[in-house]
């Protein structure tokens, strides 16, 4: 939240988003917003499970995320709502920590419930991450549950499909901070499962440990109320989100519902796809992937200044050579990146595989159009690229191919 748009009341002892600061008065969109007829050659194919193949990420919706809050404030936000429902999508993902995102989908959904009605799409939320530092991360269950209780407020709803713990990285006792490298390695050896953290016995390492799953718990209590259908943990190291899914098994003797990760099904870095299997034997029942462009760091303008990867130089200036290679060879890295994320990916024992969504997000609705073309092309059967393959060829030479940068990344460690 920026100083120019926080109420005048707020409690600067407090982090900005957090639940007890006072609320940011947003009044509802007009009735009478125009959204253009989509294409119906456009629209997603049925869903398989519980979600479409796309699902709509709200961050954009967030003052300063990827916009300004003079962009957020216009129309805009309704008419991506609106199309994504007209495209099939069934899902969208929001968080307190990208203000004001929940009050604008909330009243976005409002508007449209007319014709789309709650039990039409899910909402997933995630609680916990209330600014960018390390203190900003408050996972005592009082505050989770009053994170909560807002989120439903906000989004003008009885109950949530999935609520997150933001960023468990930011809590978690071992390692601290995940370092940046190949995090695939965590899987390869005994020897490396111990040093990565993913060794017996799957007990609290420390006192973040032991609040993550006491912020869990709580969750759970939520969800046997009926506020929450599924309790989930949304982050970026693969290896503590599989730590943190195999200890709160064996700790409380239930799994994980949803894991929600980002940046790891890319072109650059594709090593969710190694752990998927893991996640099934801790008997996390969906797996979620989000960021196929690495938040900006696969794109022709590179990655915004708070980007982790701005710390890894060999990793930003990789990507920014690539997205050169694929302007001087007559195409982009946001295509070519957009044609390896959207592959199909799935989990689950064989024969009842489950697709695994991926998370999109667009500031505009000429984005999210295409978004939806490319992702068609994808799907159609035009998902190997000669482009693609020297782009990943030019990673591999630079030591970038596979490399997932340190988090919490040093400038949130404070």
């Known amino acids: 939240m920026s100083a120019s748009s926080r109420p005048p009341n707020i409690n600067m ?20 917003v125009d959204v253009p007829a989509l294409d119906p050659s456009l629209k997603l194919p049925p869903k398989e499970g519980e979600y479409s193949d796309l699902l709509l990420g709200c961050a954009t919706f967030g003052y300063g995320v990827y916009e300004s809050k003079e962009h957020v404030r216009t129309n805009e936000p309704l008419k991506i709502v ?23 989908l909330g009243h976005a959904l409002a508007s449209l419930r007319a014709q789309y009605p709650r039990e039409s799409y899910k909402l997933l939320t995630k609680a916990g991450k209330y600014g960018p530092r390390l203190q900003d991360h408050v996972y005592s269950p009082d505050v989770i549950r009053a994170s909560v209780e807002r989120s439903l407020r906000r989004l003008q709803t009885s109950y949530l499909d999935v609520v997150y713990l933001h ?36 007990n609290p390492r420390g006192e973040g440990d032991a609040a993550v799953l006491a912020a869990f718990q709580e969750l759970r209590k939520m969800q046997k109320e009926g506020k929450i259908r599924a309790c989930g943990l949304a982050g970026y190291p693969l290896p503590t989100l599989l730590r943190f899914c195999r200890m709160i098994k064996a700790q409380t003797g239930e799994s994980v519902d949803v894991v929600q990760n980002y940046s790891h099904f890319t072109l650059q ?8 299997p893991a996640f099934t034997s801790a008997g996390v029942r969906q797996v979620i992937n989000a960021a196929p462009l690495s938040m900006g760091l696969l794109t022709t303008a590179g990655p915004p200044g708070w980007h982790p990867a701005v710390f890894v130089d060999h990793l ?99």
């Open 13 to 32: 002892d407090l982090a900005p988003n957090h639940p007890h600061q006072p609320e940011e008065p947003i009044p509802p969109f007009p009735t009478d």
């Open 82 to 104: 609106k199309t994504a429902l007209d495209a099939g999508i069934n899902g969208f993902d929001t968080s307190p920590h990208y203000h004001p995102s929940e009050t604008i």
């Open 269 to 276: 870095n594709s090593a969710l796809e190694a752990y998927l």
């Open 316 to 414: 930003r200036d990789s990507a920014r050579e690539a997205a050169q290679l694929c302007k001087k060879e007559g195409g982009s890295i946001e295509e070519e990146g957009l044609r390896f994320g959207y592959k199909r990916l799935s989990m689950g024992e064989r024969g009842k595989e489950k697709v695994v969504p991926c998370v999109i997000g667009c500031t505009t609705r000429e984005q999210l159009i295409q978004t939806l073309q490319t992702f068609k092309k994808v799907r159609d059967g035009e998902e190997r690229s000669e482009l693609g393959d020297k782009v990943r060829g030019l990673l591999e030479e630079r030591g970038a191919l596979g490399v997932s940068w340190q988090k919490p990344a040093p400038e949130e460690m404070i």
């Open 167 to 202: 960023d468990c990285e930011f809590l978690s006792s071992f390692p601290f901070p995940m370092p940046a490298g190949d995090h695939s390695l965590a899987l390869s050896s005994e020897a490396e499962a111990e040093a990565w953290g993913l060794a017996e016995p799957y």
